[in-house]
């Protein structure tokens, strides 16, 4: 199999991690429209967050299952045939939305975000592991985080375009809820194209020979187990985030802007993290120093100039936006290309950022909630790579466990929601600020059990 086969199917499959990103931050958009929609509090808003994400558990655990009885399914339907069902069952929980939203019925949304969430965790198992093979394997956390980058572009166009679509171009004064059919009418169908495309498009074949093994043998190691509570802390606190953005700008004391407006910001937490992986997938990469400096600046650039061209937020507020974009790009520096260092440095910095917005005000508060977006960046594709390191014939069991720690952001942002409901909003994003505390343990911890030369 040559490179370019191989730089062809990357880029194939960089439309899958483009198109999950963008559909995952419209529920950002969602939470709001359908707790205004139906006079929610926090906690009912946040099952919109649990249903989705807690699919992934869900899917996930009836794959490992299974795999532990019948030998992982992959291998028998294939990479590529994995991907179309994923596709398939991903367009279905689109078109879902329009009966929820003909009928005006609460439950009918989750179910048809349950159903995408399915979709997706078929995608996300086939795709993470497809990525890394398609390659050295000592690039591979390089190329997951260049994946990556491209899934945080589609979380970065999704609060402009698709909050665009929802509250002004479909929206109708009076109609509530229907602003939502065409939008997810138009993500399935993009999603059923795309299973014809993949359907007949030519993608190489591997297969895993490693032997699957009864038992929770994985969990003996300490980069695992410690590893699947460092993601269940991660995607927790990042989609927690994410959720409450909004509702955060909107509070009188931080910024008071309106949902329609408050999205515009939104852009600036997930394109963060799409600055971010872009200069991880360098960071980690086998360039030299003087080549990586510059194309990671020159990323940063472009990226940023990407975000504020969609935002359409003045320059002049946007300036400590850049100040922390500095930040980043000099712990990178100091995290001189080490996963379990450089992921420990942006955990501390992340937990200080969040504990900046719980305390403070105004739009330095605002911005600081924000920039958490740029040190999250990194953080799943190194927890991942450190925590399979060494895992041999359990590493297909490892994997499994990991995606089941999506559960996180299924469960973190319903917790925040109800301490929410009960201490205010700005209180309770406490609960990321533990979550970071975690993951700077875990990555400080983790060279105690070799894992800190993973690339």
Same mark, same amino acid.
């Given at each position: 199999?040559?490179?370019?086969?191989?730089?062809?199917? #990357?880029?194939?499959?960089?439309?899958?991690?483009?198109?999950?990103?963008?559909?995952?931050?419209?529920?950002?958009?969602?939470?709001?429209?359908?707790?205004?929609?139906?006079?929610?509090?926090?906690?009912?808003?946040?099952?919109?967050?649990?249903?989705?994400?807690?699919?992934?558990?869900? $899917?996930?655990?009836?794959?490992?299952?299974?795999?532990?009885?019948?030998?992982?399914?992959?291998? *028998?339907?294939?990479?590529?045939?994995?991907?179309?069902?994923?596709?398939?069952?991903?367009?279905?929980?689109?078109?879902?939305?329009?009966?929820?939203?003909?009928?005006?019925?609460?439950? #009918?949304?989750? *179910?048809?975000?349950?159903?995408?969430?399915?979709?997706?965790?078929?995608?996300?198992?086939?795709?993470?592991?497809?990525?890394?093979?398609?390659?050295?394997?000592? /690039?591979?956390?390089?190329?997951?985080?260049?994946?990556? &980058?491209?899934?945080?572009?589609? /979380?970065?166009?999704?609060?402009?375009?698709?909050?665009?679509?929802?509250?002004?171009?479909?929206?109708?004064?009076?109609?509530?809820?229907?602003?939502?059919?065409?939008?997810?009418?138009?993500?399935?169908?993009?999603?059923?194209?795309?299973?014809?495309?993949?359907?007949?498009?030519?993608?190489?074949?591997?297969?895993?020979?490693?032997?699957?093994?009864?038992?929770? $043998?994985?969990?003996?190691?300490?980069?695992?187990?410690? $590893?699947?509570?460092?993601?269940?802390?991660?995607?927790?606190?990042?989609?927690?985030?994410?959720?409450?953005?909004?509702?955060?700008?909107?509070?009188?004391?931080?910024?008071?802007?309106?949902?329609?407006?408050? =999205?515009?910001?939104?852009?600036?937490?997930? $394109?963060?993290?799409?600055?971010?992986?872009?200069?991880?997938?360098?960071?980690?990469?086998?360039?030299?120093?003087?080549?990586?400096?510059?194309?990671?600046?020159?990323?940063?650039?472009?990226?940023?100039?990407?975000?504020?061209?969609?935002?359409?937020?003045?320059?002049?507020?946007?300036?400590?936006?850049?100040?922390?974009?500095?930040?980043?790009?000099?712990?990178?520096?100091?995290?001189?290309?080490?996963?379990?260092?450089?992921? &420990?440095?942006?955990?501390?910095?992340?937990?200080?950022?969040?504990?900046?917005?719980? /305390?403070?005000?105004?739009?330095?508060?605002?911005?600081?909630?924000?920039?958490?977006?740029?040190?999250?960046?990194?953080?799943?594709?190194?927890?991942?790579?450190?925590?399979?390191?060494?895992?041999? =014939?359990?590493?297909?069991?490892?994997?499994?466990?990991?995606?089941?720690?999506?559960?996180?952001?299924?469960?973190?942002?319903?917790?925040?929601?109800?301490?929410?409901? /009960?201490?205010?909003?700005? *209180? *309770?994003?406490?609960?990321?600020?533990?979550?970071?505390?975690?993951?700077?343990?875990?990555?400080?911890?983790?060279?105690?059990?070799?894992?800190?030369?993973?690339?």
């Amino acid at each position: 199999m040559t490179q370019k086969n191989h730089n062809a199917s #990357l880029f194939v499959l960089t439309i899958l991690f483009f198109l999950w990103g963008f559909l995952t931050c419209m529920n950002d958009i969602l939470i709001p429209y359908l707790k205004e929609l139906f006079v929610l509090k926090y906690w009912q808003a946040m099952l919109i967050q649990f249903c989705f994400f807690g699919a992934y558990f869900i $899917g996930s655990l009836v794959y490992f299952l299974v795999s532990l009885k019948r030998g992982d399914p992959i291998n *028998s339907i294939g990479y590529k045939n994995g991907i179309v069902i994923g596709l398939v069952v991903s367009g279905l929980g689109c078109f879902m939305f329009y009966p929820a939203a003909q009928f005006k019925v609460y439950g #009918l949304f989750l *179910s048809a975000l349950f159903i995408l969430g399915l979709g997706f965790t078929l995608l996300q198992i086939v795709a993470n592991p497809y990525v890394s093979i398609l390659g050295k394997p000592e /690039t591979a956390s390089s190329r997951l985080n260049m994946s990556q &980058a491209f899934n945080s572009l589609g /979380t970065t166009i999704a609060p402009i375009f698709g909050g665009y679509l929802i509250y002004e171009f479909f929206f109708v004064e009076g109609s509530e809820g229907e602003s939502t059919k065409v939008p997810y009418l138009i993500f399935g169908a993009i999603f059923m194209l795309l299973a014809l495309v993949f359907r007949f498009v030519e993608l190489p074949k591997f297969q895993n020979k490693d032997a699957i093994v009864k038992g929770m $043998g994985a969990l003996r190691f300490p980069n695992l187990s410690l $590893g699947t509570i460092a993601i269940f802390t991660y995607v927790g606190a990042e989609v927690a985030i994410g959720s409450f953005l909004i509702n955060f700008i909107g509070l009188e004391h931080i910024m008071g802007l309106d949902e329609a407006v408050g =999205k515009n910001f939104l852009a600036y937490y997930w $394109g963060g993290t799409m600055i971010g992986r872009f200069s991880g997938a360098l960071s980690l990469s086998s360039l030299d120093k003087a080549k990586k400096h510059t194309l990671m600046a020159v990323l940063t650039v472009l990226s940023f100039a990407l975000i504020y061209a969609i935002s359409g937020v003045a320059f002049r507020t946007v300036m400590p936006y850049m100040a922390i974009i500095g930040l980043n790009f000099l712990v990178f520096l100091i995290g001189k290309s080490i996963p379990s260092r450089t992921l &420990a440095l942006f955990a501390m910095v992340s937990a200080g950022l969040v504990l900046f917005a719980i /305390t403070g005000l105004g739009s330095m508060a605002m911005w600081a909630l924000i920039g958490v977006g740029i040190f999250n960046s990194i953080m799943w594709s190194n927890i991942f790579t450190i925590a399979i390191k060494g895992l041999g =014939k359990y590493t297909s069991q490892g994997s499994s466990l990991l995606v089941m720690a999506i559960l996180g952001a299924a469960l973190v942002p319903l917790f925040q929601g109800i301490l929410a409901d /009960t201490i205010g909003l700005q *209180s *309770s994003f406490v609960v990321p600020f533990v979550c970071y505390l975690y993951i700077v343990f875990y990555g400080f911890y983790s060279p105690k059990f070799g894992a800190s030369e993973v690339e």
